[in-house]
């Protein structure tokens, strides 16, 4: 399973970015699916997650209300739609697959596979 992230980039504050995650591989009908991100000097942190069949999402309450995860199964894409976007929202933004639906899905260890990250920046 290879996951490819893109859509980061550099915004002004209050901007909006699309993140998209294209799986290849193997379909993710059947997988719960997040976003996480990590900026410089601080650990990988839980964003988002969305069920594997996009009724149920979850969201840290730093984005709550300002970012949205969604899914197209017949694209075996995620996305993440980043909206009034700050300055500390500046990471390294990663999508991850959990093929077992764990539980713990804030939890960077309820994913096996990773994205190789996009850089988002945000400028005051």
């Known amino acids: 399973v290879q996951l490819q992230a893109c859509g980061g980039g550099l915004v002004q504050a209050g901007g909006s970015l699309r993140l998209s995650c294209v799986v290849s591989?193997?379909?993710?009908?059947?997988?719960?699916m997040g976003w996480f991100r990590q900026a410089p000097g601080r650990e990988r942190e839980f964003v988002a997650r969305?069920?594997?069949?996009?009724?149920?999402?979850g969201y840290a309450d730093s984005v709550k209300g300002r970012f949205t995860i969604s899914r197209d199964n017949a694209k075996n894409t995620v996305y993440l739609q980043m909206n009034s976007l700050k300055p500390e929202d500046t990471a390294v933004y990663y999508c991850?697959?959990?093929?077992?639906?764990?539980?713990?899905?804030?939890?960077?260890?309820?994913?096996?596979?990773w994205g190789q990250g996009t850089l988002v920046t945000v400028s005051s």
């Open positions: 591989g193997r379909t993710i009908t059947s997988y719960g």
């Open positions: 991850a697959a959990d093929p077992f639906l764990r539980h713990t899905y804030t939890s960077s260890r309820a994913y096996d596979y």
């Open positions: 969305i069920s594997w069949s996009g009724s149920v999402t």
